[in-house]
């Protein structure tokens, strides 16, 4: 369970002829047993954060620590399409982003692959999976590295429906098993509202314009009335706040 | 209540269409192979047509000629001591361009600026004519190998440096991304990331490059060779020997196919298992 | 604990090193790659072994008076290359004439395809040295050898592109043409002859390269004119500034027809095709050099 500490984080992205503002101050805490969602409409800077928090890209300003105790955290990544190396079976590569080998590593690779129910695919190659399958390896691969943290980048927004929502129900499942602290970005306010226990709302040009616990029981049902109640007064409060002014 | 999900019609038992299916394949590569074998005996006629009733033996010389004449370049041993010369300059001289020209198109691939340096030396012996090249080493290196060897190595890199080059340009950066956000070093992703995704263009450039370096080798033994299948072809060619050269051309044929076709596809097979329409 | 830290990046360079990053622009990497190679060469024959390597002023020489028409030869580069044009329009016209049948009755009837694949292959892999030295020995020195080398070195890219292209004509738009009734005139002419147009470009410019080359390799053996003569001729008077000078003739001229040849006429058949410089620069594109990093700390948090 990792804390991250943002704090007035500013990204622009500088080409030939103009600047453009891709996060713009944004400052929030997460902590603890947290499935935070980062919610926003394509273009406001969710995947430019979620980079910033692993270090693929760098900020132009501001600071991000995050922490676990008293040192670094450990980050697990899952992209939104799976990014396996496609020459490598399935358990070389969650092999592959291990920094230490042995039959324990091993053996730790193959629980997770059981967990997303795909021990039995773990000598073959990605490309004789589903797409949903590659992304369950993907979110195994994730979970593998046993990180403090885990960052999500729409890693359902390419599966058809009924594969996203059995997915997810793992994904729950998962979360409420390992304890980690997830940082999970979506433009669907729905899986938001089905998956996490808070939800950051950013605006275009990367503002930050809402912060909400969500106060319901799981598991959810997606057909329930009160999630559907709580998506509905969230959808209300959004269209208000009019994310899509730059 | 009844649902309208379940099939309407029930599905036809699949036997007899499946049968129909691989009957009208069977037919179909019967009828392929036919006109194959007719292609060839058209061709084969057409030549033997030709050397009996249109035009001297020894401008054309009728197949039956030309096969006797390889059976004997077969047996004397004459095949193998020049195939074997010619083997070596190509193995040599590629050998050095695979190398030099893999390093440069590594470079060129990740860097802008020695992209920038060296791209148009690169085009340049791209489109500089072979036999430039066969000449100028001729004319420094006179008789023997070595001319030929340079040759090789010279036209053959640039097909290699421009292969790796555009394999560099498109590994795919999600890849590397997912590789350092894992913390992953640059020894890693080289090895895990860049080679694998790199062997197909590495096989193209060996392909070209070595189907360069086959035209290459024998342009240059034409000019300046004491040995090899160019030497040959050349000896032929001033004794107006046509049954000779067409004898030469075809065992170079049947070897360099059975190189390309054999040997380096079943490599690129391997090395590639992972695609699926290999694997297959 | 790690920080991103607070950076600026639009941050002025001092002006020392303002020489450094000029110098680290891709376009002072060409200059300096050409004022380099020239200077290398010119500097190292000296020292060569073998007097038969030219230095570029040799060679710069050289051209120029074959420019100015003053050469030892028996025919001027002007001479040589028109009648080498020629021959090669002759072939690849005839090239043309044979190939584009051909092409239309394999791409469009199977039993062709398999009738005449196998030679066709043969074709493309033939070396033109061997057309070369076969016509040679079949029509002796004269314009017939390499306007046959010609024809024999290009016939097979013509009739593989054509046959390519007819298979490649989109279905699904002759599927809406016949749907929308349209005149078998106008499917013709905005349906098939446009998607053919770029196997058409192929096959020119595969056949071209080919048929250059196999028409050089002729006029060195078989005939007693034209540019591949002329080069033999210096080969044989040990003249290597005339080889490499004859050389740079045909880079230039390989370029011109290149670039503003295909180039102009590639871009005007395929006009419609949205360019490429019209697409706007992503912001994530940075320098894949490793120069522009050191201004820009890569800040790895959580991890390092």
Redesign the interface.
Known sequence: MATIKVTD?RK?????TS??V?IENVSFEVGGHEFVSVVGPSGCGKSTLLN????I???????????EGDR????GYVFQSARLLPWRSVIDNLLFVQSTRGPQVRARCERYLDMVQLAHTARQYPGQLSGGMQQRVGIARAFSIEPD?LLMDEPFSHLDAITARSLRRELHAMWQETRKTVLFVTHDVSEAVELSTRIIMLARGGRLVADLPVELPFPRDPASDAVALARADLLRRFESLDLLAT | MQTNLRPRRPAAPPSPGGDERAARRRAERR??WL??I???V??VGLWQFTSSFLVADF?VPPPAVILTEMWDIIASGQVWVHFGATLRTIAIGFAIAFVLGSATGLLMG?????????S??VM?TL??????FA??T???FGLGPTGPIVAVVVTSFSYVTVNVVEGVKAVPRDLTDMARSF?RGPAQILRHVYLPFLAPYFFTATRYGF?IA??IA??AE?IVGTAGI?FM?RQQ?QQ?S?RG?LAW?LLF?AF??FLERVVLQRRMRHVLRWRPEVAR | ??????????ALSPPGRRVGSLL????A??V???VG?VAAWQLVVPFLP?D??PTPSEVAVFMWNELRMETVAPHTVYESFSLSFQRLGVGLFLAFAIGVPLGLLMGLR??AD??????VV?GL??????WA??A???FGFGDLAPVVTVTLAAVTFVVINVAEGVRNVPKELLDMSGAYGVSRYATIRHVIFPSLMPFFFAALRYGLANA??GL??AE??ASTEGA?WV?KFW?DA?R?QG??G??LF??IV??FI?RIVFGRLSRWVFRWRPSDDRRT?E???T?????VPAA?????????
């Open positions: 984080l622009e992205f500088v080409t030939d600047t453009v891709a910033i928090l692993s270090g890209e760098s900020a132009t300003r501001g600071t991000v620590d995050i922490t670094q955290a450990k980050l943290l | 009828a392929r006109w194959r007719a292609g060839y058209f061709f401008i990740r860097s802008r600026w020695w992209e920038a340096f060296l148009d030396w340049a489109t500089t004519p072979g036999l430039i000449l100028v001729a004319m420094i913390g189907s086959w035209k024998t342009l034409v160019g072809m060619f107006f046509m050269f051309v044929f360099a196919l | 604990m790690t920080t991103v830290g607070t950076f600026r990046t639009l680290r622009h891709p376009r990497a060409r300096l790659s050409w190679f073998t038969l390597v199977r039993w398999w009738f005449l694949h196998d030679f043969v892999a033939m070396p033109s040295l061997v030295l076969v040679g020995m079949w250059w080359k050089v390799l060195v053996w591949g080069i080969y040990h290597s080889i490499v004859y050389a045909f880079i390989a370029i290149e620069p912001p994530e594109a320098d894949r050099d490793e120069a820009v700390p890569a800040a790895t948090p959580g991890r390092q």
